[in-house]
């Protein structure tokens, strides 16, 4: 009997989830306690990333704003959001190695910078995600 893996990135993304409209728990990152906030699900930022020009970016705070928005709350919570980009970076990544085309892989770059923390968290993701974005100029 093997080793029972956890599920791979691309099964996280792929889980069936709902969002959640509810009173935001605690305040962090810039979210106040009560506020109504949204808890998205993984597929929401994959969709959000591949909606975006190519060329074209967003960052993490204008998604929360813009995804809130859509969803009729006053903010998007930041730990949910923190979580679901690095399984869409690293499910576009488990793809990519897969043999799936880059053109074809949901565009994290177009939200996660060579800063961004969750970049350096990926394999090569710095180096991929500087590429990526000198490629789309």
Do not use: N
Not at 19 to 33: E, H, L
Not at 61 to 71: F, I, P, T, V
Not at 115 to 121: A, E, L, N, V
């Amino acid at each position: 009997a093997g080793v029972k893996m956890g599920k791979s990135w691309t099964e996280k993304l792929d889980a069936p989830a709902e969002p959640v409209v509810k009173p935001a728990p605690i305040s962090i990152a810039g979210m106040r306690v009560g506020q109504i906030m949204l808890v998205p699900t993984a597929r929401m930022i994959a969709d959000f990333m591949s909606a975006i020009p190519a060329g074209e970016t967003v960052d993490t705070k204008a998604m929360r704003r813009e995804l809130a928005e859509r969803h009729h709350a006053e903010v998007t919570c930041p730990i949910y959001t923190g979580y679901h980009l690095r399984t869409v970076a690293e499910a576009a990544l488990e793809a990519h190695a897969a043999g799936v085309p880059v053109e074809a892989i949901t565009p994290f770059w177009r939200v996660l910078d060579e800063d961004s923390p969750t970049t350096g968290r990926l394999p090569d993701g710095v180096a991929f995600v500087a590429a990526r974005r000198t490629a789309a100029r």
